[in-house]
């Protein structure tokens, strides 16, 4: 555990400015950029301490999103995905403008409704060499993409795959509707059609999987 300089005294949680939230160790909160056209930064308060004139800072972990990682945004990263990196930081706890909640990927999908505060994380990043841990994901559909849980799926009832409608020549309005589907190598093989439909759940555990998605790091431009 880091020892805390002279002068300076750690503190179990800080009031964030203007409101009754209080941020504790452990706790994902929302950062004031310098930019005010950005986002606010999500970070992982790691420690909190205040120095002799009561000014205190914040120790954090920073989440990154797909698009400020060496290999910027990709069709499967889902719109709150977030990405753990080894790039730590010292703020004013004055930037703190707000909690969040970064939820294992599991667990997000199985969210009955998403708010603002809700994020995910299914990668660890290494800033300085744009490297994920894992580095290798399952992967579903005619595409071979990794699951995007912002995307309807609609599951096969013979081999169990999941498939984006329109890889399998539906809209997502037409998807709704349906109540079965077989994809056309299963059909091929009973010799049978059946009426197409999806189930607006995500590929889960038991779901088959095909091979398996490499990320690429890339060299990130700083």
Not at 86 to 99: L, P
Not at 161 to 184: Q, R
């Amino acid at each position: 555990m880091a020892k805390t300089r002279p002068g300076k005294r750690d503190l179990d949680s800080y009031t964030i400015r203007g409101t009754n939230k209080i941020v504790r160790v452990g706790d994902c909160v929302l950062m004031r950029p310098s930019d005010t056209t950005k986002p606010p930064y999500v970070a992982r308060v790691e420690k909190i301490e205040s120095d002799s004139r009561n000014n205190v800072k914040v120790r954090v972990r920073w989440y990154y999103r797909p698009e400020e990682s060496i290999g910027g945004r990709r069709q499967f990263h889902g719109a709150k995905e977030l990405f753990l990196s080894d790039h730590y930081d010292i703020q004013s706890a004055h930037t703190i403008e707000g909690k969040c909640v970064v939820h294992s990927f599991k667990n997000y999908t199985k969210l009955e409704n998403v708010g603002a505060e809700d994020y995910y994380c299914r990668f660890e990043y290494k800033a300085a060499t744009g490297a994920f841990t894992p580095d290798r994901v399952a992967v579903y559909c005619k595409c071979e993409m990794p699951y995007n849980p912002d995307d309807l799926m609609v599951q096969c009832e013979g081999c169990k795959d999941w498939y984006h409608p329109a890889c399998v020549g539906m809209t997502i309005e037409e998807a709704k509707k349906l109540d079965h589907f077989v994809c056309s190598e299963c059909s091929s093989d009973d010799d049978m059609k059946k009426p197409q439909a999806t189930f607006p759940v995500s590929p889960g555990s038991d779901s088959k999987m095909n091979e398996h998605f490499q990320v690429e790091p890339k060299r990130r431009k700083r």
